[in-house]
């Protein structure tokens, strides 16, 4: 079987999981678990690799794309992304990604995922299922999940009976828009409707059909801002005024739902959108009563609980079904009945003009970074999402400690992470570029390696920092490239 494109759309905000997700570091670019693991682009890209898989397409915000190549790059991918000026929802994002892949490939079938969903199970036993009709056939593939309950914010698949020569795929009989409780009800009971997940098999020229067909107009203003648009290696910004004009509307209603092509395979895999603060509770790792706690969290007499926190002490006594979410710059206190309106919350916030809802707190770095603590010592601040500099300016270069949260960088050719207490070496006159890994600030510290380094210096802290780098030789003193 040729290998399948993943196609991950990267748009939107989250904004029901304020203040962990903001305008400009979104829900999809933040770790799942609280600390600092994968993020929810990198576990869908990771989902979605080997022999089955070409490297995949992500599409998102143009401002995000730094951010999504850091992401990517750390995991060892290396993705065509696209960058879009203004949002226009999922279908103009589908119908860029088809467009940029028949350039190099006239039989690309792309699997499209949204990027901030949470899976587990074999979905790509499904994918590979579906494959063949949409290869073979021209079928759109949609993959519905088996609903685990009446749930009134997901959109319904219904079965339309089983497709002759296609064992596993089914007829489309409806789609069903986030119903009331009483119809989800029903349609759960009946055994023959599946959750939306977003998730479809298709060819790259089918789309590009189904929209010269259905929606030309919006065909002909996304091919419009990639001719306009400018192009850096795998990345292309597409062009802003055509693509504005583009159809504002989901892939499901400009497409799917219109065409005699669609089809559906079914999936039984543990899936959620993680769309709001219970949803994350409901995959984080829970204590025996019902707890997901921060390492932070101290929690007495409380039990079916959601805390996490930024580093300093929060003690939680006596409270059930809360959710408390601390960052540096905001606070949230609600509970399980209530999350739903945190999107209320960040329109309030939105109208007030309150910088908390577009980004995470940022330590604005001076030029140069910061003064110097000490003769021969820097420190520097990298905001979440961002990058930093370290030049090496000692006679023999630097020695940079990382003191507090996650870095990404370039050893030997490669990106690797680094924790804190790590160390790495810049050699003299290079500037080494450090990503902020993780979601709090980075803080390095940075000490000039002198020639002939004899004399013993210190860190910030008092600690022997040339007694520990001394003795390595500098074949074995790990480099930033």
């Known amino acids: 079987m040729q290998p399948i494109h993943p196609v991950i759309l990267s748009g939107g905000m989250g904004s029901r999981l304020w203040p962990l997700s903001r305008v400009q570091q979104p829900k999809q670019f933040q770790p799942i678990d609280g600390a600092d693991g994968l993020t929810f682009l990198q576990a869908t890209a990771l989902r ?137 009800q029903q349609l759960v009971a009946a055994g023959d409707s599946y959750w ?43 062009a802003a005024q055509p693509f504005s004009t583009a159809l504002d509307e989901p892939t499901e209603r400009a497409i799917f739902e219109r065409s005699p092509r669609v089809a559906l395979a079914p999936t ?80 309030q916030l939105k109208k007030m003009g309150r910088s908390e809802v577009d980004t995470h707190l940022r330590i604005e770095i001076s030029e140069p970074p910061v003064p110097a603590v000490a003769a021969g010592i820097t420190q520097v601040a990298v905001a979440v999402g961002e990058v930093g500099r370290v030049t090496g300016t000692g006679g023999a270069g630097s020695v940079v400690t990382i003191a507090a949260g996650l870095a990404v960088l370039k050893i030997a050719g490669e990106l690797v992470r680094a924790k804190a207490g790590e160390i790495f070496f810049v050699r003299p006159g290079e500037t080494a570029t450090i990503a902020n890994g993780g979601s709090d600030v980075l803080s390095l510290v940075s000490v000039d390696i002198q020639a002939s380094s004899p004399a013993t210096v210190l860190s910030p802290d008092g600690s022997v920092i040339s007694d520990l780098v001394d003795p390595l030789t500098s074949s074995q003193r790990r480099f930033v490239a």
């Open 268 to 347: 039984d895999v543990a899936w959620s959108d993680v769309g709001a603060w219970p949803a994350m509770h409901g995959i984080a790792t829970k204590n025996a009563s019902g707890n997901a706690l921060g390492p932070e969290v101290l929690a007495i007499n409380t039990r079916n609980s959601l805390v996490r926190g930024c580093g300093k002490l929060i003690a939680v006594v006596g409270m059930e079904d809360v959710i408390v979410v601390d960052t540096p710059d905001a606070l949230l206190v609600t509970n399980h009945a209530n999350a739903q309106l945190v999107k209320e919350a960040v329109s």
């Open 196 to 238: 939306a997940a977003g998730i479809a098999v298709v060819r790259a020229d089918v789309i590009v059909e189904e929209f010269a067909r259905l929606e030309p107009a919006t065909l002909d203003a996304v091919r419009r801002a990639f001719a306009e648009g400018t192009t850096s290696g795998n990345t292309v910004i597409l």
């Open 48 to 184: 979605h690799q080997g022999p089955m898989f070409h490297q995949p397409v992500v599409v998102a915000n143009a401002s995000q794309v730094e951010m999504i190549a850091s992401q990517m790059w750390e995991i060892g991918c290396r993705p065509i992304i696209l960058g879009e000026p203004v949002g226009r929802n999922t279908g103009p994002a589908v119908l860029a990604a088809a467009l940029r892949l028949l350039k190099d490939d006239p039989d690309a079938v792309m699997l499209i995922l949204p990027s901030d969903h949470v899976v587990n199970g074999d979905l790509n036993a499904t994918v590979a299922l579906a494959a063949p009709a949409a290869r073979e056939d021209g079928r759109i593939v949609t993959i519905g999940v088996v609903p685990r309950y009446a749930e009134t914010g997901f959109g319904y698949i219904t079965d339309g009976g089983a497709i002759p020569g296609r064992p596993g795929l089914h007829a489309v009989k409806a789609f069903v828009e986030k119903p009331a409780l009483e119809i989800a």
